[in-house]
C-alpha cells in the first residue's frame, strides 16, 4: 500500500482548511474594522447628545404658534410690552388696549397677563407687575 495518495488527499483538505481559514480572517478584520467605525459613531452620537442637552438647559424656553393662545388680545398685550419701558400692571395694560377700568376687565387681563407668564412670554417681576421676557 502505498502512502502517496493519502498524502495527496491530506494536502487537499490542508489547502481547503488553510482557505478558509484565510477567509475568515479576512472576514474578521473587515467585521473588527465596520466594529471600530460604528463604536466610533455611537461615541459622536453619544457625545453630541451631552452637548445638545447641555446646550438646551441654557437655552429660554420657546413657546410654539400652538402653545399660544388664540384670542385677540394676546398680540395686542404684546404689543403693549413691546413699546413699555418699565414694567407694567393689568390696570396699565387694560388703559392702553383701551378698555374701561372695570374690575372683570382689570381681572380678565390679570389672567391673561398670566398666562402668558405661564408660556415664558412675559415674566412677573414681583406681585402684579408684569414685564417683557428678556
Not at 489547502?15 to 473588527?32: F, Q, S, V
Not at 463604536?39 to 437655552?59: G, P, Q, S
Not at 372695570?102 to 402668558?116: N, W
Request: with cysteine; charged share 35%.
Amino acid at each position: 500500500m502505498s502512502i502517496q495518495p493519502l498524502l495527496e488527499a491530506l494536502d487537499i483538505q490542508e489547502e481547503a482548511a488553510r482557505t478558509m481559514a484565510d477567509g475568515l480572517r479576512m472576514r474578521i478584520e473587515e467585521l473588527h474594522s465596520r466594529l471600530r467605525e460604528a463604536e466610533t459613531h455611537l461615541e459622536h452620537l453619544t457625545i453630541t447628545r451631552k452637548t445638545v442637552t447641555a446646550l438646551a438647559d441654557r437655552l429660554p424656553a420657546q413657546t410654539s404658534a400652538a402653545d399660544r393662545p388664540e384670542h385677540p388680545d394676546y398680540p395686542r398685550i404684546l404689543a403693549v410690552f413691546n413699546e413699555a419701558t418699565r414694567p407694567l400692571r393689568a390696570r396699565e395694560v387694560c388703559e392702553a388696549l383701551g378698555y374701561k377700568q372695570l374690575p372683570k376687565d382689570i381681572e380678565g387681563t390679570r389672567a391673561k397677563l398670566k398666562r402668558l407668564v405661564k408660556l415664558d412670554v412675559l415674566t412677573e417681576a414681583d406681585a402684579g407687575n408684569f414685564t417683557r421676557k428678556q
